[in-house]
């Protein structure tokens, strides 16, 4: 059975928890708080730390993907929808930084870290809401929370339409080095 590289199938289940987290977590919770909520900030100090932990576990994520072999990709039976899987996991990426790069952009924009994490006024900036980076963080997580969608409905087809045990390749086990791809 040709499977990924262990690293990557731990970091593939543990990141799609916190990244499932982090989007409840941010669009459930933080966008319905007012910014003088007393629970904002805490909400925030936590929601923050969390993404950056995410921010560097791709980075690990993509150093691994990268220098591993993996399984070459699962064929669909047609030849545009394989290269958009191809394209859909490489998007993830893509957003997963992105995610992380606006947050990072609001925080420091706004000044968030010494509010948050101590040293300044417990007081968020008004203009938090318009910030362009915010609007850019809502934007992304629409995307992203569309891909997961359909990255999962694909994994389902495969698995039980299509029966081509695609599940098993993103599980621990013992890996068939002959059919692994660069
Ligand atoms: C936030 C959630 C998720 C993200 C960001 C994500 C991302 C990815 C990415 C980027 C890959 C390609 C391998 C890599 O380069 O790392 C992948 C593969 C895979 N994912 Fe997910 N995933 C998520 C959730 C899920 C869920 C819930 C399932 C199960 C239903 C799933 C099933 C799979 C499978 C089976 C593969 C292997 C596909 C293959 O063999 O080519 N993923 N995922
Ligand atoms: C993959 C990582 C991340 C995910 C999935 C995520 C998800 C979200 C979501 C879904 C929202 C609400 C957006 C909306 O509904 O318009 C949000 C808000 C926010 N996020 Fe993130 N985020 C991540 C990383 C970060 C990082 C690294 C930071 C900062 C260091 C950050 C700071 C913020 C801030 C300041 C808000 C605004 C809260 C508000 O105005 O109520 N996020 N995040």
Same mark, same amino acid.
């Given at each position: 059975m040709p499977r990924y590289h262990p690293f990557l199938v731990a970091l593939h289940w543990l990141m799609a928890l916190m990244i499932l987290v982090a989007l409840a977590a941010g669009r459930l919770l933080l966008a319905n708080? !007012? !910014? &003088?909520? !007393? &629970?904002k900030i805490a909400g925030l100090g936590g929601h923050m730390v969390f993404g950056m932990a995410i921010g560097v576990l791709l980075v690990l994520r993509l150093v691994t993907r990268l220098r591993s072999t993996h399984p070459p990709h699962a064929p669909t039976g047609n030849a545009v929808l394989d290269r958009m899987s191809v394209w859909a996991h490489w998007a993830f990426y893509a957003l997963i930084g992105g995610m992380v790069m606006t947050g990072l952009a609001m925080a420091f924009g706004a000044g968030l870290f010494p509010i948050v994490y101590g040293g300044a006024a417990q007081i968020l900036p008004p203009g938090l809401q318009d910030l362009p980076q915010r609007e850019a963080h809502g934007l992304i997580a629409t995307a992203l929370v569309a891909l997961i969608a359909l990255h999962v409905a694909a994994a389902f087809w495969h698995q039980?339409?299509?029966? &081509?045990?695609?599940l098993r390749r993103m599980w621990f086990g013992k890996r068939s080095t002959d059919e692994l791809a660069e």
């Open positions: 708080m !007012p !910014p &003088d909520s !007393p &629970d039980f339409a299509r029966k &081509d045990g695609l």
